[in-house]
């Protein structure tokens, strides 16, 4: 059979038409059985994902194998609306919440390697360190025996310089304190911090610095409290200047870990003695989660030049003071937050506070007891642990109840970011 010029035309017309529409009823196909927004409208998953109306891109198919801490799209039947939470336990787990820390039988879960998302509390680039810190400021960088340690503010007040070289190794005056209770407060879409009721225990602390000038044992503090119980990350320079030590010690003087590292003829990360031309900045953090200590420093290209990670079984607060279970706990009273020196003049910037997701003992399921799942159960929880209701009030999921797995925020398209 043969067709002319014209019907080959049609012909072919007739073809991509047809393209055109199988490529159409795909994508349609894809967009309604694989992927497809989803209209978040609780404040369950607190600051996760924002409870004013966020869209997010949710994976309905093929979700894979799930860890823990992964978000999870759960339909629980009945006609309800599915929810977003997230995994706390995992099939065969024995689990219970203890002191806002998940317990996966005997470890908390971060001693098993298992992260958590941090909350961020506060963020100098949002907030002038001014109002979160307390600290001695010289006027006009005087330096004077009432001001032995002294914050120069620029205008912006995201960049600071701290002037410690003249205080020996020990000295509390070398230190910012952050001025702001830790609780389970959160950022709202509005970037607006809304204030928790419960006191947290884990925290995080991460900051830039470059040294202007050092002396001998300059050391660089970060610090973070506990239930009374005081930890630091201290950054120190050799007293030959060859080399510097990362080490955390507890109330004080107790070292816990600590890394050496010997410039061996290379070129010093950290400066010689002496005024400094052309610092390069370096970013320090130090977490506490889950009883598991982190300390590390990083350059500006992100590589880790040295870090320190240990454990430790339970809080000792400082001074004498023990924690008892049938007393109330001590609760830390002073500032919980910390950074600054001795020994160095050095400028600071990019200061950031966190905290873990803490897990309010609310419900039946897991709090009281420790609760075993099943080979095919899940563990679910909200990020908003005073405002979710999740696993420990109706037990436990089955996997045929996880139906996707939420990706990205995509609307409003100010706030659109990957979802973690």
């Known amino acids: 059979m043969t067709f002319n010029k014209g019907e080959r035309r049609r012909k072919r017309r007739i073809g991509l038409g047809v393209g055109a529409l199988v490529f159409f009823v795909g994508v349609l196909?894809?967009?309604?059985?694989?992927?497809r927004p989803y209209h978040v409208s609780t404040s369950s998953m607190e600051p996760t994902i924002h409870?004013?109306?966020?869209?997010?891109?949710?994976?309905?198919?093929?979700?894979?194998?799930?860890?823990?801490?992964?978000?999870?799209?759960?339909?629980?039947?009945?006609?309800?609306?599915?929810?977003?939470?997230?995994?706390?336990?995992?099939?065969?787990?024995?689990?219970?919440?203890?002191?806002?820390?998940?317990?996966?039988g005997s470890e908390r879960a971060g001693q098993l390697g298992d992260t958590a998302p941090p909350v961020r509390l506060f963020s100098s680039s949002d907030t002038a360190l001014s109002d979160a810190f307390d600290f001695r400021a010289a006027t006009g960088g005087v330096v004077t025996p009432d001001y032995p340690w002294v914050v120069l503010d620029d205008d912006a007040d995201a960049e600071i310089q701290l002037d410690a070289f003249e205080l020996a190794p020990g000295r509390e005056y070398g230190m910012m304190r952050y001025s702001e209770e830790l609780r389970d407060s959160y950022l709202d879409g509005q970037g607006e911090s809304v204030q928790g009721t419960h006191d947290v225990n884990d925290a995080s602390l991460?900051?830039?610095?470059?040294?202007?000038?050092?002396?001998?044992?300059?050391?660089?503090?970060?610090?973070?409290?506990?239930?009374?119980?005081?930890?630091?990350?201290?950054?120190?320079?050799?007293?030959?200047?060859?080399?510097?030590?990362?080490?955390?010690?507890?109330?004080?003087?107790?070292?816990?870990g600590a890394t050496v590292v010997d410039f061996g003829g290379r070129p010093p990360l950290l400066p010689s003695p002496g005024e400094i031309e052309d610092p390069e900045w370096l970013r320090l953090s130090f977490s506490n989660g889950d009883n598991?200590?982190?300390?590390?420093?990083?350059?500006?290209?992100?590589?880790?030049l040295a870090e320190v990670t240990c454990d430790y079984e339970?809080?000792?607060?400082?001074?004498?003071?023990?924690?008892?279970?049938?007393?109330?706990?001590?609760?830390s009273v002073a500032s919980r937050v910390a950074l600054g020196g001795e020994a160095v003049t050095m400028d600071v910037r990019r200061v950031e506070i966190s905290r873990?997701?803490?897990?309010?003992?609310?419900?039946?399921?897991?709090?009281?007891?420790?609760?075993?799942?099943?080979?095919?159960?899940?563990?679910?929880?909200?990020?908003?642990?005073?405002?979710?209701?999740?696993?420990?009030?109706?037990?436990?999921?089955?996997?045929?109840?996880?139906?996707g797995r939420p990706t990205r925020v995509v609307w409003p398209l100010a706030r659109a970011r990957k979802l973690h």
């Open 29 to 35: 196909g894809l967009r309604t059985f694989i992927i």
């Open 51 to 104: 409870g004013d109306g966020e869209r997010v891109l949710v994976q309905f198919w093929g979700t894979g194998e799930l860890k823990r801490y992964d978000l999870v799209v759960i339909d629980r039947g009945g006609g309800g609306s599915p929810l977003v939470k997230r995994v706390g336990g995992l099939p065969g787990d024995r689990l219970q919440l203890s002191g806002g820390d998940l317990i996966i």
């Open 206 to 256: 991460a900051f830039d610095f470059r040294l202007r000038r050092t002396g001998r044992g300059g050391r660089i503090r970060a610090r973070l409290v506990e239930q009374a119980d005081s930890f630091e990350a201290i950054l120190q320079i050799n007293q030959d200047f060859m080399g510097y030590s990362l080490r955390i010690e507890r109330n004080p003087g107790d070292v816990l």
């Open 292 to 304: 598991r200590l982190h300390a590390s420093l990083v350059d500006k290209e992100g590589r880790v």
């Open 314 to 331: 339970a809080n000792t607060p400082y001074l004498g003071a023990r924690l008892t279970p049938s007393l109330t706990p001590v609760r």
């Open 356 to 403: 873990d997701l803490f897990w309010l003992p609310v419900g039946d399921y897991g709090v009281k007891a420790p609760f075993v799942l099943g080979p095919d159960e899940y563990f679910v929880l909200g990020d908003n642990s005073a405002k979710s209701a999740d696993s420990r009030l109706w037990g436990p999921i089955r996997a045929e109840s996880i139906i």
